[in-house]
């Protein structure tokens, strides 16, 4: 593709460049008057020159063709745009709507889409050919009808901005008027550029300039954007601030004729403008042309002026100013006013409402000046009068039921009788009255023509106007003020005003006073309240602190007379007075009078207020308001409270308050005094059940026990007499009757079976104490016991039995005489702990008797023995001695003085005579104190006696009481033992050459009888007796010598590794045939696992084991060998050997290990294989124990090393 760039080409894009340059500058200022569519002129004049520009620079046809219909897009949008530029720009329009955008584009829409489609209609181009001349290629079209209603439509825009912009010109200021004739010009030069186009004139080559000059105007504009800041200033026209201004202008000439005016002057003084223009002030405003013309003089003037037009009078702010001529010249004058009527109304109520407001300050001031009700009252009706000028005034404080309950009269020196009843009158008939009922302030201009007014009799002053306000804080109305003058009309609408707002100010200060004097009042109170507590804060008996109660709240309180009823400890009614001042009144005579309303009070629980007692009852009293206020504790009434005067209606509801409570206060101080009282009884009763524990427990003699177990009583229970019994049940026999107390000398001694009869007979049989009180018939005693007890005079009994251990061992009784108190359950509770106590010391005792008499025993049966006896007890402290024991290990003293001793006492003397007993017995101290209980034995050579010891552990219920050593001489048991051993081993080794002959003979014997078959059948039984014979007495002979080797350790081991399980097959399979014999099955379970032992001796031990299994269990039984690893024995293995025979007997186990022991058996054996095997094991330092439950076989468990530890 081929272009050519010609001076035109490069004409336009300058333009475009220039136009892309000024939209970039303008862009900021968009937002101006006109910037939006100035900036779319831009951008319609940048896309038509650069697409005009390509156009003439295309060699192409039909890329030519293809820019002149997008060219249109520019063509048809820059009229557009310049008229809407230039209706902005002058004023002429406000805002740009887009329904106005949208009217404004159809033709241009049309011609566009006609453009594109033109193929088709030919509408905009009849005919288009490309013509080349001046060296480039343009195209030569015929234009349709469409162009030229789009030329029309495009020149008809222009040429109305035009005629818009030349009155413009001649109307704008000097900067303006440049701006105006910028943009004229610039509005000028398209057409001309286009006329040249349409009309064909000039020597152009078929090129369209108007796109030239639409450039060139563009130039002229961004010239315009920064010489005159276009959009910067853009003017407004005169109409739009003139004319629309509510002010009134009139622009007066030097013979002050007027020639303008805005609409604003036709609308105040109602001529047209016509008929103003040329007329002077004195015809338009005669009645204010003397006003406006003291001013005719000055080039400026300034004034608010008052004046008369439209029919109302309004206040005016003038202003006159000079006009003067290019040349300086002054040409006339501007005369504005602007209606200031409602800023001077403003102004008017504001220098009011800072009056009041002023006043208000002072009111503020003045009654805040004292925070008391009475001072702050007297303040608000003060300055009341004072800013009202008022004669006189007065104020009412009102309750939440608008009951008066203070007031100021104007009436001064009112005795307060008659000031009640005024004031009652006032509020019911008078104006103050309606202002509480209604809530709305009153103003009496003449108050001889107003009802509601009420005039007072004898009235000090006259009152022909009043001034009513209520005092009131949202909904709450607080009080009445009431402001009076002697002459009507004084109070104005201003007044009403400035004492509402007061009133309102006041009601916040008056409830902050009702605050303050209920804050004061409440401290007088807490005052009152803490000094009582403080007074009584001291714990004291009941019937002190009753009457300190009374004397503080009568000090505290100045009250004329307090009295107290309180209930005491037995129920009677306790009363305590105290009185203030000059007040005499009979406590008596007063109680009696108020007896009824006491009553009541007591009952109900409610406190009660008589203010006049004469209305209730006659009484001779100096009595005549009384208050009563009750003092509850748990809900139930314990005391009452009463304050009296002898003047009526004393108390008001602040006495009321206090005096309940303080009742509230007295709960408390009484509670405490209560416990106290309480506390110091059961003090005392615990005092004296103290004394009676510790003389039980001091005393041995059951007598003296029981006598002093009486008086302990009747001091513990302050009764008149206590009666202790001790009975033997089983013989129905009385073995102790004792008597106690101020009244025991009406106790007479009775019978087993008059006891029985009684209250005593109940309990005992019953096992439960028994709660008589006076003067009431008690269905458990028969009739001879009642007349006998009113005879010894008994009123109140309690009884109670002694038992321990579900025993009975007697009763305790306590009477009291008939004109003495009931017994209490805290009575019951009391004699109930003694007598427990005296059951405990009663068993202990006889315990004691028996347990002493055992202990006599006992100490008879250790002397006698010929065993030493040592008990230890874990204290290491020697408890039990006996004179063997000093005797045998040469201890000095006697067994008494050494007891209690610590053992280690007797170690130093032992160590230089008998140092292997004091070593081990060392060892044995050591093992009690780390709690070791398995028992000890051992055998020690002291002097030339052999003594066997026995540590063995002494359990008491639950816990170690000691250890108890038995010393034993086996001197001569250990001489036989050596003669026997000596014996044994001559009466063995002398024996077993001959036995071995006989053996060995009878056996040579057999077998030749067995070759030669000579020898009668029952010779050979014979034979075979006596081989069996000699050959058992061999092996017992045997067996003796080898525990005599193993005894003397003659024996040698040869232990090694050996795998057990082989070993036990083999001594299984020798056991077979006696098992066979028998249907015995013999089962292996023992692992292959490895141990070390003496091969030979451990098979013996397995034959013994076994085989005796074997021979003790019955036919078709089991006897089972197995071998286990166990935790608790690491590098063991336990190897069992169980039956199901019969088991070993009990009293049998304990010996089954020991030489020649065998069972009652009939194939019992030498009573020594076991007694080898256990020697055998233990040799190799392991053990061998015996397990049998009853009828369940039997089970022999030795262990083994292990080779290897199992895994």
Not at 590 to 603: H, K, M, N
Not at 637 to 657: G, M
Not at 1023 to 1036: F, G, H, N, W
Request: hydrophobic share 45%.
């Amino acid at each position: 593709m081929n272009w050519t760039f010609s001076p035109y080409v490069i004409i336009l894009l300058i333009a475009f460049g220039v136009a892309v340059a000024v939209t970039s500058s303008i862009w900021r200022r968009r937002s101006a008057a006109g910037g939006a569519p100035f900036l779319g002129l831009l951008a319609a004049v940048a896309w038509w020159s650069l697409l005009y520009g390509l156009e003439l620079a295309s060699n192409d046809p039909w890329l030519m063709r293809l820019l002149i219909k997008f060219e249109y897009w520019g063509i048809t949008a820059t009229a557009v745009c310049w008229f809407l530029f230039v209706l902005r720009y002058t004023g002429r329009l406000s805002s740009i709507h887009p329904r106005l955008i949208l009217q404004l584009s159809i033709i241009p829409a049309i011609t566009i889409l006609a453009a594109f489609t033109n193929e088709w209609h030919a509408l905009v181009w009849s005919e288009i050919s490309v013509l080349e001349s001046a060296g480039m290629q343009t195209l030569k079209v015929a234009h349709g009808a469409l162009f030229f209603v789009n030329v029309v439509y495009s020149y008809l825009l222009l040429g109305y901005s035009s005629l818009v912009m030349l009155p413009f010109i001649w109307r704008s200021r000097a900067v303006y008027r440049q701006q105006a004739r910028l943009l004229f010009w610039g509005m000028i030069l398209p057409w001309v550029g286009n006329a040249i186009y349409l009309l064909q004139l000039g020597d152009f080559p078929n090129v369209d300039l108007t796109p030239i000059f639409f450039s060139i105007s563009v130039v002229l504009l961004a010239w315009g954007a920064f010489r005159f800041q276009l959009l910067d200033l853009v003017p407004v026209a005169r109409h739009v601030v003139v004319e629309s201004m509510g002010d009134m202008v009139i622009v007066l000439d030097l013979q002050r004729r007027v020639v303008d005016a805005n609409p604003a002057a036709t609308a105040i003084l109602g001529i047209p403008v016509a008929e103003m223009l040329g007329q002077t002030l004195a015809v338009l405003l005669p009645e204010q042309y003397a006003v406006i013309m003291r001013y005719q003089d000055l080039l400026e003037a300034h004034a608010e002026l008052p004046l008369q037009l439209g029919g109302e009078r309004r206040v005016y702010d003038l202003r006159l100013s000079p006009l003067y001529t290019a040349r300086k010249q002054l040409s006339g004058r501007l005369l504005v006013l602007r209606d200031i009527t409602a800023r001077k109304q403003i102004e008017t109520s504001l220098a009011e409402q800072n009056k009041r407001f002023e006043q208000l300050l002072t009111v503020a001031r003045v009654i805040t000046e004292h925070p008391t009700l009475d001072a702050t009252l007297q303040n608000v009706l003060n300055i009341a009068v004072s800013l009202t000028t008022s004669t006189v005034g007065s104020i009412f404080l009102l309750d939440a039921q608008q009951a008066v309950t203070r007031n100021i009269l104007a009436w001064d020196d009112v005795p307060a009788a008659f000031s009640e009843t005024l004031v009652g009158r006032i509020m019911q008939d008078g104006l103050a009255g309606w202002v509480s009922r209604e809530r709305q302030a009153a103003l009496v201009e003449n108050t001889a023509e107003d009802p509601r007014w009420l005039t007072l009799p004898d009235q000090p002053y006259a009152v022909r106007s009043a001034l009513v306000v209520p005092i009131e804080q949202g909904t709450l109305l607080l009080g009445i003020l009431t402001l009076m003058h002697s002459e009507p009309g004084h109070y104005s609408t201003q007044d009403l005003r400035v004492m509402k707002a007061a009133m309102q100010q006041t009601a916040l200060v008056v409830r902050n006073a009702l605050i303050y004097e209920e804050q004061r009042r409440m401290a007088d109170q807490q005052t009152t309240l803490y000094e009582v507590l403080r007074t009584l804060q001291h714990p004291q008996e009941l019937r002190q602190m009753g009457q300190l109660s009374v004397e503080t709240v009568a000090q505290l309180t100045g009250w004329g007379f307090v009295g107290l009823l309180a209930r005491g400890e037995d129920g009677e009614i306790l009363q305590f007075t105290a009185t203030a001042g000059e007040v005499q009144l009979q406590p008596v005579c007063l109680l009696t009078t108020v007896a009824g309303p006491i009553s009541e009070a007591w009952q109900s629980g409610r406190s009660r207020y008589i203010p006049d007692i004469h209305r209730i009852a006659d009484t001779p009293c100096a009595v005549a308001s009384v208050f009563l206020a009750p003092i509850k504790f748990q809900g139930q009434v314990q005391q009452l409270l009463y304050i009296a005067s002898d003047k009526l209606d004393t108390f008001n509801t602040d006495d009321h308050l206090l005096a309940k409570s303080l009742a509230d206060v007295l709960t408390l101080a009484f509670q405490n005094a209560r416990l106290y009282t309480e506390l110091q009884h059961n003090l005392r009763r615990t005092n004296s059940l103290y004394r009676l524990t510790r003389s039980l427990v001091v005393r041995q003699d059951l007598h003296k026990v029981l006598a002093a177990a009486a008086n302990g009583a009747v001091e513990a229970l302050q009764a008149d007499r206590v009666l202790l019994i001790t009975l033997d049940l089983e013989k129905r026999q009385v073995l102790d009757f004792l008597g106690a107390g101020p009244g025991q000398e009406h106790i007479v001694a009775v019978s087993f079976e008059e006891l029985m009869a009684g209250l005593i007979g109940w309990a005992v049989r019953h096992k439960d104490p028994v709660l008589s009180p006076k003067r009431i018939p008690d269905p458990r005693e028969s009739p001879a016991v009642r007349e006998r007890r009113q005879a010894t005079q008994v009123g109140a009994i309690v009884v109670v039995p002694l038992i321990f251990a579900d025993i009975v061992y007697g009763t305790i009784t306590a009477l009291n005489r008939p004109e003495q108190r009931d017994f209490t359950s805290e009575d019951l509770l009391l004699l109930s702990s003694i007598a427990a106590q005296v059951a405990v010391t009663i068993r202990n005792l006889r315990l004691f008797e028996s347990v002493a008499e055992e202990q006599r025993r006992l100490q008879a049966l250790v002397q006698s023995t010929q065993d030493g006896v040592i008990l230890i007890g874990m204290n290491l402290h020697i408890l039990v001695i006996n004179q063997q024991a000093l005797t045998y290990l040469g201890m000095d003293g006697t067994p008494a003085s050494w007891l209690n001793h610590p053992l280690w006492d007797a170690v130093p003397g032992l160590r230089s005579h008998a140092p292997m007993v004091a070593h081990s017995l060392i060892h044995e101290m050591r093992r009690v104190q780390r709690g070791d209980e398995p028992p000890g034995e051992g055998e020690y050579q002291v002097g030339n006696r052999a003594l066997e010891w026995f540590n063995l552990l002494v359990m008491g219920e639950q816990n170690p009481l000691g250890r108890l050593v038995i010393l034993r001489d086996v001197t001569a048991a250990r001489m036989v033992e050596k003669l026997r051993d000596d014996l044994t081993h001559t009466m063995v080794h002398d024996l077993r050459n001959p036995l071995t002959g006989v053996s060995l003979s009878l056996e040579l014997l057999l077998r030749y009888v067995a070759e030669n078959k000579d020898l009668p059948e029952a010779y050979m039984r014979l034979l075979d007796i006596a081989k069996s014979s000699s050959r058992q007495m061999l092996e017992l002979v045997n067996a003796i010598l080898d525990i005599s080797r193993l005894e003397s350790g003659r024996m040698s081991l040869d232990s090694a590794p050996l795998e057990l399980h082989a070993l036990v097959q083999e001594v299984l399979t020798l056991q077979r045939p006696q098992a066979a014999e028998k249907r015995i099955v013999l089962v292996d379970t023992v692992p292959e696992i490895m141990v070390e032992a003496d091969k030979g001796l451990l098979v013996r031990v397995l034959q013994n084991l076994v085989g005796n299994a074997v021979k003790f269990t019955p036919e078709a039984g089991t006897v089972t060998v197995s071998a286990t690893v166990v935790r608790d024995m690491p590098g063991k293995l336990q190897v069992s050997v169980t039956d199901t025979g019969p088991g070993i007997p009990p009293e049998l186990q304990g010996r089954l290990f020991q030489k020649f022991v065998t069972g009652d058996y009939e194939e019992r054996g030498s009573g020594l294989g076991l007694t080898f095997c256990r020697m055998v094991i233990e040799a190799q330092g392991e053990k061998i124990w015996l397990s049998s439950p009853p009828d369940k076989g039997a089970t022999f468990i030795f262990t083994l090393p292990l080779v290897f530890p199992a895994s």
